[in-house]
């Protein structure tokens, strides 16, 4: 029977936000040098008369989402548009109920069809299904914190059956395990974290030392060298961008790194290849020789992120002798459960969660993944602003390995000051953690009406 508490979309406002970046940012094969947010304001009524608005945000990240010959500034022009386009479907969908069955629902009888439509009147380089994920994750996160503020209450005291129409068999097919009964709270961690230890991004194209400047470095009063970062933000975990297509480079960075880092009181790693490896042997031959030449390094690297093509249906690649060296996590490939499924049938072991793939979807993965023993983390994908907030409100939620990478204070930190200024120690690192204890309030907790930001106008 429906619920009281089920809403329906009445309006959706769409708004772009530019932000050029300090330092450039290198994703497998392309560098990035400004990113481009889509930030969405959504309106909508419950059954039982309440109305209330809603906030989500996501960095329109052309090159991680969609490998093409297009410019970085052609495909985010298409994924503006994809945005406008899923505005105006999702205010004339009409449905009403609770946000994770909203957002499915739409998903699969709407966004598919849109994204089919987009790319066929452009013509050729089609936009792939995770573009069109990412720009509906804004639409997805801000129903999701209009739910929270319509009931009064924090949107994830929302996923259990009080709220819910449907448990959670009716999203994921059970197989060796039921989830009949079963709703997201079950997998959700009971004791919520203030605090999290936090991950930082060292870049393909970072500095590391003095000898690897060259004079186009910013002098903005933000560290430039790895050194200074750790001192400054106390910083304990690095995740290393690597090449994919050039071993002994790829070997050398997680050296220098893992050597800069622990003489400086950083103990963790993780090696990110960023959807460039082709072969198992790559990642293997390199783990291998850290392990012979660098047991340290070796023995605190806690997990590979994605090293092959995102395309997990068309790369089915038995990485099983991956996993037994390092935990193996999906990342670009995990669009939703099924594709998690489809990895741990591969010989994936862990889940890198996103919200830019959907508060719902990210919901999902975490509850199949959690059920079938594979251990989380949530990655960033440049996070600033209000897309930040969501970003490390899952990952509190979820019980990651190792807390939550956030680096968005290091490549456009002057973007999120306004919000700085109410969270100060969430875009700040300090002591190597986030705080997370200034959110409060209903829905996300973002308190946006005390964040002094001045809206462009809103796209039509």
């Not at 050729?124 to 509906?136: K, R």
Request: a negative charge.
């Amino acid at each position: 029977m429906p619920k009281p508490t089920d809403i329906r979309v009445l309006e959706s406002h769409v708004y772009f936000l530019p932000s050029n970046m300090r330092v450039p940012l290198k994703f497998g094969p392309e560098t990035v040098h400004d990113a481009t947010c889509v930030r969405v304001r959504v309106k909508v009524e419950a059954r039982n008369g309440r109305v209330a608005e809603g906030w989500g945000e996501t960095p329109l990240a052309a090159s991680w989402v969609w490998p093409s010959t297009l410019t970085i500034a052609e495909r985010v022009e298409r994924m503006k548009a994809f945005a406008l386009r899923t505005s105006k479907l999702l205010t004339a969908f009409g449905q009403q109920s609770h946000p994770m069955e909203l957002a499915h629902d739409f998903q699969h009888q709407h966004l598919l069809p849109a994204l089919d439509a987009l790319n066929a009147e452009l013509g050729g380089h089609a936009m792939p299904y995770l573009g069109a994920l990412v720009v509906f994750s804004a639409f997805d996160i801000a129903v999701h914190d209009a739910f929270g503020r319509a009931h009064e209450c924090d949107t994830y005291a929302t996923y259990n059956a009080d709220f819910m129409n449907r448990d959670l068999s009716a999203f994921i097919n059970a197989e060796a395990v039921s989830f009949a009964g079963k709703y997201p709270q079950d997998y959700l961690v009971s004791d919520v974290p203030k605090t999290l230890p936090v991950w930082h991004l060292v870049g393909g194209v970072d500095a590391l030392e003095q000898q690897d400047l060259n004079g186009s470095e910013p002098n903005d009063g933000y560290p430039v060298l790895l050194a200074d970062w750790i001192q400054r933000d106390g910083l304990k975990c690095f995740k290393v961008k690597l090449r994919g297509t050039d071993a002994a480079w790829d070997f050398e960075r997680m050296q220098r790194v893992g050597r800069i880092g622990f003489a400086n009181g950083v103990r963790w790693l993780s090696a990110d290849f960023n959807c460039t490896v082709k072969e198992p042997a790559y990642v293997n031959e390199i783990m291998d020789k850290l392990l012979r030449d660098e047991p340290e390094i070796y023995a605190r690297t806690l997990y590979v992120e994605q090293p092959f093509p995102y395309d997990l249906e068309a790369n089915q690649i038995d990485v099983r002798s991956v996993s037994a060296r390092k935990p193996l996590f999906l990342d670009e490939s995990a669009h939703d459960w099924e594709f998690v499924r489809l990895g741990r049938q591969l010989g994936w072991s862990g889940v890198a969660l996103k919200t830019c793939k959907t508060q719902t979807g990210a919901l999902l993965s975490l509850c199949w993944a959690k059920a079938h023993g594979m251990p989380l983390m949530v990655q960033d994908l440049t996070n600033p602003m209000l897309a930040m907030i969501p970003h490390v409100r899952l990952a509190a939620h979820a019980g990651t390995i190792q807390g939550v990478e956030c680096n968005a204070m290091q490549f456009y930190p002057e973007a999120s000051k306004p919000e700085q200024a109410i969270h100060p120690g969430l875009y700040q690192r300090r002591n190597g953690i986030v705080d997370l204890s200034t959110l409060r309030g209903h829905g996300f907790g973002y308190r946006e009406g005390e964040i002094q930001r001045e809206l462009p106008a809103e796209v039509v």
